[in-house]
């Protein structure tokens, strides 16, 4: 595929002199900027397909409607892990950012079944989540009937024009950035909304890990449908400054599975 010719820009540089065929998958193509090693889907597929890829597929989604509309955040399978993980991601968050008496914000962009916004509810958060797919959150909602009305099953996009800006102290997206389809756009969002004195946290597929170096196009991080843009530790701090943020630190993995970084983004 030598004379594949890109039509996306790369995000970071801004043009397609760099980007280079990478593989094809589901008849979607990655294409890789040789420049600054973002990889990235050339062409986005249509909305219709990638919701019905955040949902898990119909099985998954039409076994949460039957039993979401009842369920508590305590009978879901794997509560103790999820539980173990928020708190981990949690306590990270809470040493990068200063604690003071008064009541915090939180949005959690991707905020899935909701256990970090759990975590940040027992330390006297008001939280705030995004999750699109409104039967994963639902089991949340009915434990935190207060917060029902703080979850979104909408776009980031369309959920950050509610807020004025800096209104939150701790934004997270664990697992998300990868899923934007405009990156550079939500970035700049997630910067508009944070507090002088905020953070923001990231954990997200690392295109220079060493599976992915070792398995190419086999890598499981390579999903076109919902990883639209995969990025390495260097090119995220690059794309972290482009957005408007000053300093971007970045740290290993929440999880032990190889393939992700962390990074800390400071307005
Ligand atoms: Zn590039």
């Not at 099985?59 to 509309?69: H, M, P, Q």
């Not at 935190?144 to 996009?157: A, G, N, R, T």
């Not at 990025?231 to 971007?248: H, P, Q, R, V």
Request: with cysteine; net charge positive.
């Amino acid at each position: 595929m030598n004379d594949y010719i890109p039509k996306r820009p790369c995000v970071i540089c801004g043009n397609t002199k760099k980007s280079r065929f990478y593989c094809e998958i589901d008849n979607l193509v990655y294409v890789k900027c040789e420049c600054c090693s973002l990889t990235y889907v050339d062409q986005l597929a249509n909305i219709k397909e990638i919701k019905k890829a955040h949902g898990g597929g119909n099985f998954k989604s039409i076994r949460r409607k039957l039993f979401g509309s009842i369920r508590k955040m305590r009978s879901l399978g794997g509560y103790k892990h999820f539980l173990n993980r928020a708190h981990k991601i949690f306590d990270f968050v809470k040493q990068r950012h200063l604690a003071s008496d008064d009541q915090k914000t939180m949005l959690d962009i991707g905020c899935n079944k909701g256990f970090l916004l759990k975590v940040a509810i027992e330390e006297n958060f008001n939280v705030f989540g995004v999750e699109l797919v409104p039967e994963v959150i639902r089991p949340f909602c009915n434990t935190y009937p207060k917060f029902k009305d703080q979850i979104f099953s909408e776009k980031f996009q369309t959920v950050s024009n509610r807020f004025e800006d800096k209104y939150f102290d701790i934004i997270t997206a664990i697992d998300v950035v990868e899923h934007f389809e405009d990156p550079l756009s939500d970035l700049k969002s997630i910067r508009r909304l944070l507090k002088d004195d905020g953070v923001f946290i990231v954990q997200t597929p690392n295109i220079e890990c060493e599976n992915s170096k070792k398995l190419g196009c086999n890598w499981k991080a390579l999903k076109p449908l919902e990883h639209m843009h995969l990025f390495s530790e260097n090119n995220f701090i690059t794309f972290g400054k482009m957005a408007g943020f000053s300093k971007i630190t970045t740290y290993k993995p929440f999880e032990e599975a190889a393939g992700n970084f962390v990074a800390v983004l400071y307005p």
